[in-house]
């Protein structure tokens, strides 16, 4: 702790300024734009009265701090009283902790960057439909969550439900505020550290659902520098993992630009050991009718790329249960196919019932339960998914073994 010696004016002084800049952020969080292990992106909400963009950071060696310019915009929505931080750290070392404070608060929090090799396994969550019910069941999840010490975060979509359907009201920011304080305040390891939020587009951050701009989706795109403008993308960890983050047609159609983009960016990481992605409508639903249209849609566009690029597993959510696919390749069964895993329980207390696997051929389990996803990936290329409920009980387990269609190749493991 520092002490100060100080004179009763200089004492006056110090208070008034410091008083006025030592303004608790009201969010602060971690998400990334690239390369996550060297760099971390760094967001923070403050009034528009505390403009401070400095981030000082040093890693667990180093006890000097560095220090950084943010940028900052005002929040959409006319809330011009309120400012997003945007701070990307660069040059990071892999694989290590660092220590961050921001403006003139003295909170310290605590991060981890990603490996830059797969020496060793890497483990993460997902989950979608967050914000749905009460904040005490988002707290738990997110504190459920981060208890099997995730690296990072997949977030499926409906993350605050705080867009009107039609489009005509304002998105409510206290829904959002309230969303990312959960996250900032219970989405912390066992060992200190803030877990990384990677976010997708959806329907319940989108004012009018589907078929809008992204000006209709003004929070999503100004809360999380991930998607930036483009808002679908792709974040290579290293040389051994890809996440493909989609726009399942709620501010970008699912054919067209997206899908030529999606083509493209995965035959140039066809060779990659792990490769994962992310939306919200899923293309092989557990609850709703798979012949509505976006399902469709992402299976005539998307599914025949997953498959010819061999994707590991697709996490979809939007559905308010739990399901786990079988492979598929080519509309069947095949050990050679793609997983499908979610289905968007992770903050709805009471969950939908699901269709029996023994009525749809491409389930293999399904469940009425709140949920999300434990994925470890190994640098073998085995995958192993747990589904883990509320109390963090796993109740549905699934070793993917390396698939006969993507030998494995001695570049992998560089
Ligand atoms: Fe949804």
Redesign the pocket.
């Known amino acids: 702790m520092k002490k100060y010696i100080l004179t009763p004016l200089l004492f006056f002084l110090f208070t008034v300024s410091h008083s006025f800049a030592a303004e608790k952020p009201l969010a602060v969080y971690l998400t990334w734009q690239s390369h996550p292990e060297s760099t971390m992106t760094v967001h923070w909400i403050s009034s528009a009265d505390c403009p401070i963009d400095d981030i000082f950071y040093h890693d667990s060696e180093m006890q000097m701090w560095d220090v950084e310019q943010a940028s900052h915009k005002t929040l959409p929505e006319g809330r011009d009283d309120l400012l997003i931080h945007k701070a990307e750290l660069q040059n990071l070392s892999p694989d290590t902790v660092y220590y961050f404070r921001v403006a003139e608060d003295e909170t310290v929090y605590k991060f981890r960057t990603m490996p830059a090799q797969m020496t060793r396994p890497v483990r993460f969550i997902a989950g979608g439909?967050m914000y749905h019910d009460s904040v005490e069941i988002l707290d738990k999840m997110n504190r459920t969550a981060a208890s099997f010490d995730p690296m990072f975060a997949l977030a499926g979509?409906?993350l605050a439900y705080a867009a009107d359907k039609f489009g005509e009201k304002p998105e409510d920011f206290e829904r959002w505020l309230t969303f990312l304080r959960s996250w900032q305040n219970n989405m912390i390891t066992t060992d200190g550290r803030m877990v990384p939020i990677i976010p997708v587009a959806?329907?319940?951050d989108t004012k009018g659902r589907y078929n809008q701009p992204p000006s209709q989706a003004p929070f999503f795109y100004a809360l999380f520098a991930m998607p930036g403008k483009q808002g679908y993308n792709v974040l290579d960890f290293g040389s051994y993992l890809s996440i493909f983050l989609l726009d399942s047609g709620h501010t970008h159609p699912v054919y067209g630009d997206q899908t030529s983009w999606l083509n493209k960016t995965l035959k140039e990481r066809k060779h990659r050991l792990h490769k994962i992605a992310l939306y919200?409508v899923p293309a092989f639903p557990s609850v709703r009718d798979p012949e509505k249209p976006v399902s469709k849609m992402i299976r005539k566009y998307w599914v025949p790329l997953f498959e010819k690029y061999n994707l590991a597993v697709a996490f979809e959510?939007?559905d308010h249960a739990y399901k786990r696919s079988r492979l598929i390749r080519d509309g069947k069964v095949d050990s050679s196919g793609v997983l499908y895993m979610g289905d968007?329980g992770y903050g709805v207390t009471e969950p939908r019932k699901p269709v029996d696997p023994a009525e749809r051929w491409y389930l293999a389990e399904t469940a009425q339960k709140t949920n999300f996803v434990v994925g470890t990936l190994f640098p073998t290329g085995e995958r192993h998914f747990q589904a883990a409920d509320q109390d963090g009980n796993i109740f549905d387990e699934f070793i993917h073994r390396f698939s006969a269609a993507l030998p494995l190749h001695s570049s992998h493991l560089k």
């Open positions: 439909d979509g409906d959806s329907n319940e919200h959510n939007h968007g």
